[in-house]
């Protein structure tokens, strides 16, 4: 079954890149290798969510946040090369989250988790988690990722 497939099964459908908020771009193929971008959790062009983690927004809003954040990395891994083609290496979740927030590998797994079921065997990859102060326009998540094409 192919990525899109699989994630028009989850009711999902890979969206448009999402346009950079500063001067880069979404992601670069170097050798056997994409380099996304941070993505945000902007759907339609808007954040789904703004605020930290642990404060305004909830663990459960971050997860939704990091799993949109996935989907943007697939699309903007999609504008390089064929899904089909990809194996997921590396995943960075920054989540901006209240200092006593410890949750972050939870809120990471909204991104790891969609990437699993999009991927299969494929999107089983290493990551960190990370909890920063603020991110760009206060988003509570951002996600970067490394896929390798096969």
């Given at each position: 079954?192919?990525?899109?497939?699989?994630?028009?099964?989850?009711g999902l459908e890979v969206p448009?890149?999402?346009?950079?908020?500063?001067a880069y771009v979404p992601a670069?193929?170097?050798?056997?290798?994409?380099?996304?971008?941070?993505?945000?959790?902007?759907?339609?062009?808007?954040?789904?969510?703004?605020?930290?983690?642990?404060?305004?927004?909830t663990p459960e809003t971050g997860?939704?946040?990091?799993?949109?954040?996935?989907?943007?990395?697939?699309?903007?891994?999609?504008?390089?090369?064929?899904?089909?083609?990809?194996?997921?290496?590396?995943?960075?979740?920054?989540?901006?989250?209240?200092?006593?927030?410890?949750?972050?590998?939870?809120?990471?797994?909204?991104?790891?988790?969609?990437?699993?079921?999009?991927?299969?065997?494929?999107?089983?990859?290493?990551?960190?988690?990370?909890?920063?102060?603020?991110?760009?326009?206060?988003?509570?998540?951002?996600?970067?990722?490394?896929?390798?094409?096969?």
């Amino acid at each position: 079954m192919s990525v899109v497939d699989r994630l028009r099964d989850l009711g999902l459908e890979v969206p448009a890149v999402p346009a950079p908020v500063a001067a880069y771009v979404p992601a670069v193929r170097s050798g056997d290798y994409v380099y996304t971008s941070g993505q945000l959790p902007m759907r339609d062009g808007q954040l789904i969510a703004t605020g930290k983690v642990g404060g305004a927004v909830t663990p459960e809003t971050g997860y939704e946040c990091a799993r949109q954040c996935a989907l943007n990395a697939i699309a903007a891994v999609g504008a390089q090369v064929d899904l089909d083609a990809v194996r997921i290496v590396k995943v960075v979740a920054f989540i901006a989250s209240t200092p006593d927030f410890t949750g972050q590998p939870g809120v990471a797994n909204g991104a790891s988790e969609l990437l699993g079921a999009a991927f299969g065997e494929l999107g089983v990859h290493a990551r960190s988690a990370v909890g920063v102060p603020v991110l760009p326009l206060d988003a509570p998540v951002e996600v970067e990722l490394i896929a390798d094409v096969r």
